[in-house]
């Protein structure tokens, strides 16, 4: 029996671990958490999860929550300048082909860490360092690391040609709301940009109460362009300070949104969260003191801006596609070149994703603007265009050439 040690208890590591065990391999996953603290702890993410990611956890029957789950069922998108004082320049709606789901990320890795240890794999509950990482590597056949922005994850090296950026682009803020009205018509990530300001995203979602019971909420997530005026949750311990914040925020960019809000109140003591990615990619494998290899997983590798809503999807993706070639490898070894070949498999989707995102984090060029503008009066266009965040190579050419979002715009007939 193969073995493959995994360190980090989330998205990419444990649906791989599940994945693997659920074949045969004898894994072992080191999580800083025990599902406890992970259930118990501070939020995460807006983690939505669209149509092909959730297929990659549905196929290794790890979607526990989707019937109580609120259907995400289309994306809203609001221009909505300063001063324009709940007047969108810019709207436009349409559903997704097939829904997306966000499952709080507490609940969801607290429990498939409790379903990996009932299904008889080895947890070590304890933050690894590169020495428990040297020794896992000499117990066992292919070790990763999928610690997203954990510390660990600066053992692999920075590739600067695929890291345009040097610091973060957007001050985050997040917070999850029960007792919110529902969005009028179809469920959807409401999506308010503000130029040179940032963007707002309402999104429903599943969480957990505090007696362990299921319930839908609301995701806020605020992404501030740095010293704009979004970016006012700095120092903010307070969570109903948080909130205020927020709501204040809502009522004056996305009063659509805000309308529904007004009342709600967070779903539990660690509802609020605020932080900063740096955008990232690193070199795939990186070498143990003892000379012995690792390869990286999920955010380790790739660190997105949440901008796009894209890294546990990604990260779900990439699991899906290591397990497959960690079976077709066969008794081989797991070499370097294996595990390069590996992470550049992964990459060729990858880059799309990396590319739309580091777009998104700029002002919006004209011809993005021109297919948003026409988007609002083609329902073809608006529906192409929403549907491509289950897919991200299907912004491009466009989103990079003038002249292809040009064809893209002739493409769709007005309504
Ligand atoms: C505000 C915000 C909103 C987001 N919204 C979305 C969204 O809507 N859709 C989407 O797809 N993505 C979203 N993302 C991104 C998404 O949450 C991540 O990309 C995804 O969780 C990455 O999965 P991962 O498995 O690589 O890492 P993680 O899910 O971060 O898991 C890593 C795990 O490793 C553990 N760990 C770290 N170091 C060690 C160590 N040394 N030893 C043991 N364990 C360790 C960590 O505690 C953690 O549990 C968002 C992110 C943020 C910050």
Redesign the pocket.
């Known amino acids: 029996m193969r073995s493959v040690a995994i360190?980090?208890?989330?998205?990419?590591?444990?649906?791989l671990a599940l994945g693997l065990q659920s074949q045969g391999y004898r894994v072992t996953v080191?999580?800083?958490?025990s599902a406890e603290q992970?259930e118990t702890g501070r939020?995460?993410?807006?983690?939505?999860?669209?149509h092909d990611?959730c297929a990659t956890e549905r196929a290794q029957g790890l979607d526990f929550w989707s019937s109580q789950c609120p259907p995400i069922e289309g994306i809203a998108v609001n221009v909505s300048p300063p001063g324009a004082r709940g007047q969108p320049a810019l709207s436009f709606a349409a559903r997704l082909d097939q829904p997306a789901y966000?499952v709080d990320?507490r609940l969801k890795?607290g429990a498939w860490l409790r379903e990996f240890e009932r299904r008889g794999g080895a947890v070590?509950i304890?933050?690894?360092?590169i020495q428990?990482?040297d020794l896992l590597s000499a117990e066992h056949d292919l070790t990763l690391?999928?610690?997203?922005?954990?510390?660990?994850?600066r053992l692999f090296e920075n590739d600067p040609q695929r890291s345009p950026f040097h610091a973060p682009q957007r001050h985050?803020?997040?917070a999850y709301l029960k007792s919110a009205r529902p969005r009028a018509g179809h469920s959807a990530?409401s999506f308010t940009l503000i130029p040179g300001a940032g963007e707002i995203?309402v999104?429903p979602g599943l969480t957990r109460t505090a007696q362990g019971h299921t319930q839908p909420y609301e995701?806020v997530?605020i992404?501030a362009v740095p010293g704009g005026s979004l970016d006012v949750f700095g120092g903010v311990r307070e969570p109903q300070e948080h909130l205020r914040l927020m709501l204040e925020l809502l009522r004056e960019y996305c009063p659509w949104d805000y309308d529904r809000l007004k009342d709600a109140e967070l779903t539990d003591e660690q509802a609020t969260?605020s932080?900063k990615?740096t955008p990232q990619v690193r070199r795939p494998v990186a070498r143990l003191p003892s000379g012995r290899c690792v390869l990286g997983?999920?955010?380790?590798?790739v660190?997105?801006d949440?901008i796009?809503?894209?890294?546990?999807?990604?990260?779900?993706k990439?699991?899906a596609l290591y397990q497959e070639r960690i079976i077709w490898r066969g008794q081989q070894p797991f070499d370097r070149v294996w595990m390069e070949q590996t992470f550049e498999e992964y990459w060729s989707y990858a880059r799309y994703v990396t590319r739309w995102t580091n777009a998104m984090l700029g002002p919006p060029p004209p011809h993005i603007l021109a297919v948003l503008n026409a988007a609002q009066s083609r329902p073809g266009l608006a529906h192409a265009f929403v549907n491509a965040f289950n897919h991200p190579p299907q912004f491009f050419p466009w989103l990079e050439h003038p002249s292809e979002a040009e064809r893209l715009i002739e493409q769709h007939q007005v309504a």
């Open positions: 360190i980090g208890a989330g998205q990419a590591g444990l649906q080191v999580s800083d958490r992970l939020i995460m993410s807006t983690q939505a999860l669209f990611a966000s990320q890795f070590l304890e933050q690894a360092d428990r990482t690391i999928a610690s997203g922005k954990g510390d660990l994850g985050l803020a997040l990530v995203f999104l995701n997530l992404e969260l932080g990615v997983l999920g955010d380790t590798l660190i997105n949440p796009t809503g894209q890294g546990a999807g990604s990260a779900a990439a699991a």
